[in-house]
């Protein structure tokens, strides 16, 4: 029974969908903090309701529309939660202000030209590289793209340290349990490992593995340097970057012949 509450914790919070553990289930900060464990799990949900609809834009002969289709299932799943965080983080970190301001910026609802400007290029990239995959890669990559963005998320949430007094993500961030981020990383390898069995491409899995892991040590340092610590809006930009960087790693793996 726990861990059917943990991961429908995990699903209530990386998604918009309703589900029964708030009313009938425990809940806990501490639990809340564990349920990342099935944060790869509810990753490879997205992924596979992408790769569905890839399939359903291939059997309905509109592969032009693919692109769309996928970006408006998986936001729509969410209600576009890590979007907004990446916008707020490109509001706030890119204005010439100090850190005390930049996470007033962040908390704003207004949107700024940064969250815009940024906003919009980041969809166009997205675009751009859903489009290309059917000419590289293959649809069955859309089926692990989420898993690397939702376990970039657990990592940078434990190595993280939160610069607020309090907000939502307080109960993520410095206070994970090192026994979560293991079972995190194993459930997460599994999914990747299954994959990278099936399609035969143990080093690009491998490569987008440890750049993933590289990606948060980095978002890190730029959040530490920037505000003074990690909150849930660089959360949610860490899970859009990691889904874009690693979608072009598959491309590139793909044209220079690595499998």
């Known amino acids: 029974m726990r861990l059917v509450s943990s991961f429908l914790l995990a699903f209530s919070t990386l998604t918009a969908i309703p589900v029964p553990f708030p009313k009938r289930m425990p809940f806990s ?3 809340l903090a564990g349920s990342v464990l ?3 799990l509810v990753g490879l949900l997205f992924g596979f309701a992408g790769y569905g609809a890839a399939l359903a834009g291939v059997a309905c002969n509109a592969i032009p529309l693919i692109p769309v289709l996928v970006m408006v299932l998986w936001y729509a799943l ?4 890590h979007f907004d965080g990446l916008c707020d983080m490109f509001d706030g970190f890119l204005a010439n202000r100090t850190p005390t301001e930049r996470l007033a910026i962040m908390k704003d609802s207004r949107v700024g030209s940064f969250a815009l400007g940024g906003g919009v290029l980041y969809l166009l990239a997205k675009y751009v590289l859903l489009g290309m995959t059917a000419a590289t890669v293959s649809w069955a990559v859309l089926a692990i793209i989420p898993v690397f963005g939702r376990y970039g998320m657990v990592l940078l949430a434990y190595m993280g340290r939160y610069p607020r007094e309090k907000g939502t993500a307080k109960a993520f961030i410095g206070v994970i349990p090192v026994l979560s981020l293991v079972l ?9 490992g299954g994959y990278a069995f099936l399609m035969h491409v143990p080093l690009t899995v491998a490569l987008a593995m440890v750049f993933t892991v590289a990606a948060a040590f980095l978002v890190r340092a730029y959040a530490n340097a920037r505000i003074g610590g990690v909150t849930g809006d660089v959360l949610g930009a860490m899970n859009e970057l990691t889904e874009l960087a690693v979608l072009l790693l598959f491309i590139t793996a793909y044209r220079f012949g690595i499998s």
């Open 38 to 40: 099935f944060f790869p």
């Open 29 to 31: 900060e501490k639990m």
């Open 78 to 81: 969410n209600k576009f939660l």
């Open 184 to 192: 995190s990383t194993a459930v997460c390898l599994a999914v990747l």
